[in-house]
């Protein structure tokens, strides 16, 4: 059974940084493209940023460009999201997901596996 973890959430200061890990179970993923999304209450959820299989190029929306980075450790069939200068409006649940192909997946249907998910509050 295919299983997706996600770690590392929690309450941080605007300003600070958090990093998330993806932790893949039932199957390696060292072959698919990995993506991040969020959401926030009340809203849809929103891509955050996908990192292709041999971690050669990553793909970012403005919104977090410059501030996210993704990257990916195959042998231990983790992902991981490091986010810095978090704001309060980055306040979500934060989601990793198995694309079903490889270049730029950023739309929900693009993506087959997801986790359950990990909160991430950012007070002011």
């Known amino acids: 059974q295919v299983q997706l973890l996600e770690t590392g959430g929690g309450l941080v200061q605007a300003g600070g940084s958090l990093r998330l890990s993806c932790a893949a179970s039932g199957r390696t993923f060292s072959g698919n493209t990995m993506g991040w999304f969020r959401q926030a209450p009340g809203k849809e959820r929103e891509f955050v940023g996908c990192?292709?299989?041999?971690?050669?190029?990553?793909y970012y929306p403005d919104s977090v460009k410059g501030r996210f980075t993704i990257s990916r450790d195959n042998a231990k069939n983790t992902v991981y999201l490091q986010m810095n200068s978090l704001k309060p409006e980055d306040t979500a649940v934060y989601y990793c997901a198995v694309a079903r192909f490889w270049w730029k997946p950023t739309e929900v249907n693009d993506y087959n596996y997801w986790g359950q998910g990990t909160k991430v509050t950012v007070s002011s």
């Open positions: 990192i292709t299989s041999n971690a050669a190029y990553t």
